[in-house]
DNA sequence: TGCCTTGCTATTTTT
DNA sequence: TAGCAAGGCA
């Protein structure tokens, strides 16, 4: 054989063994910072290079486009250029639109049919509620959008839903509600995200012919993230997969996170199954955490039940210990995580390199608030996307009218907007006319402008709206779709609308929409841009300036740090209540592999918190620490006191000794000593400002479990409370009591939270 | 048509 | 507590 390629050399001897097993099922079980995409890449490049197919032939998947835009240009750095040849790189969703449109007549659409966003999703159900008289308070259309996410993402159409679940919303109209819901998709030429896949599976399984030709085409398939796939997801590739079975997976059991919206870690366990012979490669060397910090994320998904299992390893340093910390309440967390990024930011290190991996995206405001207060830079990643914003949605359901004159949602969000007189009354006129037609408002519309059904003036503005758009779709093919854009915006009054509003947002709407026809540009026409917003819902930011990062524990995933802060380790944010009461054991082991995510993303330093109390709704809570904590192995994790907290110096190894399971929490030294050590009082750290009252010289209540019984307090009994001192209880719901407060007025506390005095 | 009040809810989020 | 959505009212 002759001398193995350079590319080659950069690989250890598993990652070798997974980029040369072309032919057959490969599934690479490729633990956290092994190298995984290296490996992904680096299999493409092989591929090619060794001549097995050509870049058009290699369909390639992904769960979200940047990943996918990742592995073009890794790709193409291995290469040199060719990999914009790959053309069947991408998601599962852009894979799934590209292969429908070319026959879409098959699946009874039409080639330039729309692609609904969650919006229009659920704005659409709104009225499929509305039209069977179905009351959208006690049967809200976002329900009814999760059921039939839910049902698309497990592959079944509405006449396959299983008869018990089908009776399940509405009173027995699940399966019908998701049956209209379908047929005014079809009336609107439009598909949803879940109908991608769907649809095109059903376009495989009814017409062989065109699936044979998919099976032709691509001589080699890999699939990213497998983990994540769903059952739809995981039917699509089974099928195409099943041609030349040169399919190669690669996912971590440990990092599936996102059961809650359809993904089967099953799909991976059962691989083998599916594909017979399937070589399966282990990826166990870790390059990216020093010794300790992967000791601690092994020890603790150590705890989950059904796992692939692997054991991750390092030739690195061990590093520093991952610490814990506990704090009196998240103010204190962000103040404490504060000072600690400012020392680090003393001794030179990169804020681009730091980053706070929160639960629930509520506990990053008090991060932003500090970071505002300290002048330190920071980014929030995962905010509110460009294309969400509404006067974005607004200049996009213009061009959609004009490229898709059926696109009635898109029609209906802008013929009032700005108003011009066309209100509910001549909205509901066309919907009327359009339904018993079964055409789309806008021909519907056209239809009415020539009777006298319209009062005089709204019939005048409805025409000549209607004779714009007219003119507008005319020059289409006649206008670059950037310039078209802009006249449209402006012709209409949309951009005036903007100027005229006095709101201090109104400037920096104006300017997205700039930037919206910019962004434009690059594309080859109208209809090629539509594809993109409608798949790929994001903008790329600029990154450059050095900042701090803010994001969430799923938005995580794939990115390593130098230094990971991960706060609020606490027993009902994290894990989530929410995710143990609808998922039992199986939500604990998912947030469990959040966990874990979250710790192996830290290359150096990872550093956990907690808080005792945590406000949450509003009301003042006291939390235990979280039972992933007893889950660390005590000896590579190092417990530090926040200055003044000192009832933690208990943290000992005695804390750590019972390893629990689910449900055992409770019997934890850490849960035990909560319960019953009174705890001290303390000032708060950092005495700097103490311009609110600071929790006075009092003992805390012991916590009182959520098993908490009725309450110790009558009415009028005298209690001392922590935040908001003395008071006299003036009523007891449960554990909650109002109190009329001497200072702070009359308030809602809980019971666990007060004193008798 | 627009403003104000009321009520409700409150993970994770990509496509 | 706060933020949003929907309904009522002028």
New binding site residues.
């Given amino acids: 054989m002759a001398r193995a390629p350079r590319y080659l050399d950069a690989l250890n001897p598993e990652q070798r063994a997974a980029v040369e097993t072309l032919d057959g099922p490969v599934l690479v079980l490729a633990g956290a910072g092994t190298g995984k995409t290296r490996v992904l890449t680096t299999r493409i490049a092989h591929i090619l290079a060794s001549g097995r197919a050509r870049a058009f032939e290699i369909l390639a998947v992904t ?4 990943a996918a835009r990742e592995m073009r240009e890794r790709v193409e750095t291995l290469v040199g250029q060719g990999a914009e040849a790959m053309q069947w790189l991408g ?4 894979i799934s639109a590209k292969i429908l449109r070319r026959h879409a007549e098959l699946a009874g659409l039409k080639p330039n049919f729309t692609i609904l ?2 919006d229009d999703q659920i704005r659409l159900l ?1 009225q499929v509620l509305k039209a069977e008289n179905i009351d ?2 006690r049967w809200p259309a976002r329900a009814l959008a999760m059921r039939i996410d839910g049902w698309k993402n497990r592959g079944l159409s509405y006449a396959q839903v299983p008869a018990g679940e089908a009776q399940s919303f509405a009173d027995g109209k699940g399966a019908a509600l998701y049956a209209l819901y379908q047929e005014r998709l079809k009336i609107l030429n439009a598909v949803d ?2 109908d ?1 896949l769907l649809e095109t599976l059903r376009l495989f399984r009814e017409n062989p012919d065109v699936l044979a030709d998919y099976h032709r085409r691509f001589k080699y398939i890999l699939v990213d993230e497998y983990q994540d796939t769903n059952t739809a997801q995981y039917l699509w590739l089974r099928l195409i997969a099943q041609g030349r079975h040169n399919v190669c997976c690669v996912g971590d059991d440990d990092q599936s ?1 996102y059961g ?2 359809g993904a089967e870690v099953e799909n991976i366990l059962r691989f083998e199954k599916d594909f017979p012979g399937a070589r399966i490669v282990r990826l166990e060397r870790n390059y990216r955490s020093t010794g300790h910090i992967l000791a601690a994320a092994s020890h603790l998904i150590a705890h989950n039940e059904g796992r692939l299992g692997k054991t991750l390893f390092t030739d690195g340093a061990e590093g520093d210990r991952p610490t814990v910390t506990g704090v009196w309440d998240s103010e204190e967390e962000a103040r404490a995580i504060g000072e600690d990024i400012e020392q680090l930011q003393r001794r030179g290190h990169d804020l681009e390199e730091i980053a706070i991996l929160v ?4 506990q990053m405001r008090e991060f932003e608030e500090r970071f505002i207060t300290l002048g330190l830079p920071y980014r929030v990643i ?1 905010g509110p ?1 460009f294309y969400e914003r509404a006067e974005i949605r607004d200049a996009l359901a213009y061009l959609r009218c004009v490229a898709q004159p059926a696109d009635d949602l898109a029609f209906e969000r802008i013929v ?1 907007t700005p ?6 009354a001549t909205l509901q006129m066309l919907h009327e006319y359009g339904r018993r037609e079964n055409t789309p408002l806008m021909t519907s519309a056209r239809i009415l402008v020539e009777s006298e059904e319209i009062k005089a003036r709204p019939r005048a503005t409805l025409r000549a709206l209607l004779a714009d758009f007219e003119r507008w779709r005319s020059l289409i093919d006649v206008k670059p779709h950037h310039e078209l854009a802009e006249m449209v915006l402006d012709e209409s009054g949309y951009t005036e609308m903007w100027r005229q509003d006095k709101t201090p947002e109104a400037a920096g709407r104006l300017e997205n929409l700039k930037e919206l026809v910019r962004a434009m540009e690059p594309f080859p026409d109208l209809a090629g841009f539509l594809e993109h917003v409608s ?4 903008t790329d930011e600029a990154a450059g300036a050095q900042k701090v990062s803010i ?2 524990l ?2 995580a995933k794939g990115l390593e740090f130098e230094t990971v802060f991960l706060p609020g380790w606490e027993e009902g944010l994290f894990p ?1 209540q ?2 143990l009461d ?2 039992g054991r199986a ?1 604990l082991e998912e ?1 469990r592999r959040l966990a874990y995510v979250g710790l192996t993303r830290a290359k150096r330093r990872a550093k956990i918190y907690f808080a005792t109390n945590r ?1 949450i ?2 009301l003042w809570q006291s939390t235990m620490p979280s039972r992933f904590i007893d889950n660390l192995p005590p000896a590579h994790v190092e417990v530090v006191e926040a200055a003044g907290a000192s009832q933690y110096g208990s943290y000992g190894v005695s804390r750590f000794a019972n390893l629990d399971s689910y449900n055992s929490g409770y019997d934890t030294p850490g849960w035990k000593r909560a319960q019953s050590a009174p705890r001290e009082n303390y000032a708060k750290s950092a005495g700097r400002d103490s311009g609110r009252a600071r929790q006075p010289k009092t003992i805390e209540g012991e916590v009182v479990g959520r098993s908490s019984p009725g309450s110790r307090f009558a009415p009028g009994a005298r209690v001392m409370h922590l935040k908001f001192g003395p008071g006299t209880v003036a009523g007891a719901d449960g554990a909650k009591l109002t109190v009329d407060f001497d200072k702070a007025g009359r ?2 506390v809980l019971e666990s939270f007060v004193e008798a005095t």
Wanted: no cysteine; proline share 0%; hydrophobic share 30%.
């Fill in positions: 769960f979200t486009n940047k998601t599962f969703h852009a966003d969650t709104k959208d308070k995200f879940g991608l996170v809650w919206r639960r629930a995206s509520f995962g996307r009032n108003k011009r007189g066309l209100g509910d798949l790929v819902m994001e994001m969430t799923h938005g989530h929410r995710s609808e998922n939500g947030e406000r709704h509003g308030k809602m």
